[in-house]
């Protein structure tokens, strides 16, 4: 059984650019979270989708968007980078509600 | 707003030796997950933890959870350096819309098992 599948594993930008990361959950799970991970603020969520619609939003500026598609497969899109958007971006997802989550290899983004 | 605090957050424990982490939250929840996290890379799932007095143990680790008190304990028996890693506990915090919730997690612990 597949894992969770996040492309790219790295990535270097510029600041002021912008980037997009995805991620395909376990087949069947229609939950896809996302969180970021930064040694000083540690892990913290950012969305949830759940059939093409957000669910819920962490405390991160409009900056941070996503999107989950038909196929439960989903994005997040980051503008404007910013030196401080350097961090492991992991996504996770589940099959329902009281499930237990599905972590990905995360995709580690850094900003120069 | 839910907290998660876990102590301590750095461990440095010989082999053979036992020891607990701890995980306090400041909300009722009813689900709380232990996860393992090896340097660069994902959070590998080790427990999920559903009712007051739930207790599950895989190997040398052992975790447990108590609502009232609202803390979760992970502990560590005969420890071998396999087992150094970092170990977050995450509560389940539900959100507004049905069916919505996401992870808060504590700190994490950076566990160091030496020879």
């Known amino acids: 059984k597949a894992g969770v599948t996040q492309t790219p594993r790295y990535l270097i930008k510029t600041r002021g650019q912008q980037v997009t990361l995805s991620c ?5 799970h229609r939950s896809v979270s996302w969180y970021q991970q930064t040694p000083g603020q540690g892990l913290q969520f950012l969305f949830e989708y759940f059939s093409e619609t957000q669910r819920n ?9 996503g999107r989950q598609f038909s196929n ?5 899109n980051v503008s404007t980078l910013e030196l ?3 961090a492991l971006y992991l996504c996770a997802s589940r ?4 499930d237990g989550y599905t972590f990905g290899s995360g995709t580690r983004l850094t900003v120069v | 707003e ?15 030796k036992n020891y607990t982490i701890y995980c306090n939250y400041s909300t009722t929840s009813d ?10 890379k994902s959070l590998e799932s080790l427990f999920v933890l559903l009712s007051n007095g739930a207790v599950k143990q895989e190997g040398r680790l052992m975790a447990s959870l108590d609502t009232k008190a609202r803390l979760s304990t992970l502990h560590i028996t005969a420890a071998v350096h396999d087992l150094s890693a970092t170990y ?17 997690f504590g700190k994490g612990t950076k566990l160091t098992v030496n020879p």
């Open chain 1, 72 to 76: 439960s497969r989903s994005e997040m």
């Open chain 2, 88 to 104: 977050f506990c995450a509560v389940v915090r539900f959100g507004t819309q049905g069916g919505s919730e996401k992870l808060v």
């Open chain 1, 57 to 65: 939003k962490g405390n991160f500026p409009g900056r941070f968007s």
């Open chain 1, 95 to 98: 099959p329902g509600r009281a």
């Open chain 2, 31 to 40: 689900r709380l997950y232990w996860y393992r996290q090896d340097p660069g």
């Open chain 2, 2 to 16: 839910l907290k998660v605090e876990q102590n301590p957050l750095f461990l440095s424990m010989q082999e053979g």
């Open chain 1, 24 to 28: 395909s959950p376990i087949s069947g």
């Open chain 1, 84 to 86: 401080g958007d350097s």
